[in-house]
């Protein structure tokens, strides 16, 4: 096989059941998205959903779906490609750039739904100005935009590039970084979302049931929920299962693996035991 078709390594480093488990945290990301729409698209705010989806009157509503599509869906995407397709690296990696690409748009979307409905008070069902980077979500938030922007750029710049603008040598020397922000990324990504879906469940101020004595056994009583927030709630779940199987698909397990020792370990260990008994 030529080299153009080789596969990528990391693809042979992952097991059956790592490939698996990435397909399904995709599978997860994407309905976690179809949860967090039927959260947003509601239009009984007794019931904790936020009004519908509407350009020109709710346009922040757009802002959690956009997010979590570009933060979560395309990101665990994009750095999936390289583990679970069996396709060659000359597929793989254009794959991988143009699933970031996605996610950036979405990002860049999601950021001006909340920018502009919070300033332009034509675009929320309030008319009033609202603040923006206040909470620590937002803080989040902007961290996971930051980095992974300039990750995206960075990425572009070394491995998109021709060999006469970046050497293989510049390429190998960036790759760990790369691959540390990248993670970083997401982490920031996830945590993001999740406290992003906690500020609206908040902010709907229904998400909670009312009791008369001890709650010993809230799974009793969490059908008293409103729906809205449960679809919030499905959507967080399912954001932590769907990392879950990420972390478990991206990890290198052959690194756990016992080694073998060398005949240098082995001398080494000889001469250590002939030592002992003298």
């Known amino acids: 096989m030529g080299g153009g078709d080789a596969k990528s390594p990391l693809y042979d480093k992952t097991t059956a059941m790592q490939r698996v488990a990435g397909y399904a945290a995709v599978g997860l990301a994407a309905l976690a998205v179809l949860f967090i729409t039927d959260m947003m698209k509601g239009k009984n705010l007794s019931e904790g959903y936020w009004g519908g989806l509407d350009f020109k009157r709710l346009l922040f509503n757009y802002h959690p779906i956009f997010m979590t599509v570009g933060l979560v869906l395309f990101s665990f995407s994009a750095i999936l ?67 992974f922007g300039q990750n995206y750029l960075l990425g572009f710049y070394h491995y998109l590039l021709p060999e006469s603008a970046v050497s293989v040598e510049q390429r190998k020397g960036y ?63 399912l954001v932590m299962a769907a990392t879950a199987l990420f972390l478990f698909a991206t990890c290198d397990f052959s690194r756990f693996q016992p080694r073998r020792p060398n005949s240098a370990d082995e001398t080494l260990l000889k001469s250590h035991h002939i030592s002992y008994q003298t």
């Open 81 to 147: 490609s390289y583990r679970v397709l069996p396709l060659a690296k000359a597929v793989t990696k254009p794959l991988h750039a143009f699933f970031h690409f996605c996610a950036i748009s979405f990002v860049i979307m999601g950021m001006t739904c909340v920018v502009v409905g919070n300033n332009y008070p034509a675009y929320n069902p309030d008319g009033v100005y609202y603040a923006n980077f206040f909470s620590l979500h937002s803080f989040i938030g902007l961290g996971a935009v930051l980095v």
């Open 175 to 237: 790759m760990a970084y790369h691959v540390f922000f990248g993670f970083l990324a997401t982490a920031l990504s996830v945590l993001a979302v999740e406290t992003g879906l906690m500020k609206l469940m908040v902010e709907a101020g229904v998400c909670a049931y009312e009791v008369t004595k001890a709650d010993n056994n809230p799974a009793a009583n969490y059908h008293k929920l409103p729906s809205g927030c449960k679809s919030g709630n499905a959507a967080g779940v």
